[in-house]
């Protein structure tokens, strides 16, 4: 894994492993390697760009599945956004498996719905956005390393939280390592 002194969690947990030549290597035990989970990551980092989210800017993740909370942090952390658990209604998205009330003036929420559903308008379906961030996935923000990554947490921390526990991960220890 990449130093601490990377300017990007998700650079230095996919971006380096691939330039390392290890893209094919399992990042996520039985589901993704570093080259398949950047390619989501930046898919969904190209929708959180579109829909505004920059260096600072909070995002909501309240998801259900271990996994979809992994993107969503990975992904927000690429474009330099800060990776939050808790509602802010400052934050322009919010990533939720099932909505239960409406959305803050001003946010857009990314829904995962359930097998058989679909998001109902104003909310946007995590696979459509996904499908059309795969046309413009996100580049990778460099922030100064002490740059937060979630509420108490720095960039250079959590890449150091990371580094003290190497790959492969299961879905629930990455996201715990994550922060959601």
């Known amino acids: ?17 691939v330039i390392a030549g290890r893209a094919d290597e399992p990042v996520v035990v039985g589901q993704w390697t570093h080259a398949r989970l950047l390619e989501e990551v930046a898919a969904l980092g190209g929708v959180l760009t579109h829909l505004g989210v920059g260096p600072g800017s909070p995002v909501v993740i309240d998801l259900a599945d271990d996994t979809d909370a992994v993107v969503a942090a990975l992904a927000t952390a690429r474009v330099g956004g800060v990776v939050t658990t808790r509602e802010d209604p400052a934050a322009p998205v919010t990533f939720v498996s099932a909505p239960v009330s409406p959305a803050a003036p001003g946010q857009r929420r990314l829904v995962r719905p359930a097998a058989g559903e679909e998001a109902r308008e104003p909310d946007l379906d995590w696979a459509v956005m996904l499908r059309a961030g795969r046309t413009d996935p996100a580049a990778c923000v460099v922030l100064d390393p002490g740059a937060t990554y979630s509420p108490g947490r720095s960039i250079a921390e959590q890449v150091a939280i990371l580094a003290s526990s190497p790959a492969p991960y299961t879905p629930e220890g990455l996201r715990h390592l994550l922060g959601v």
Do not use: E, K
């Open 1 to 17: 894994m990449a130093s601490p002194q990377h300017g990007n969690v998700t650079y230095a947990l996919l971006d380096a492993a």
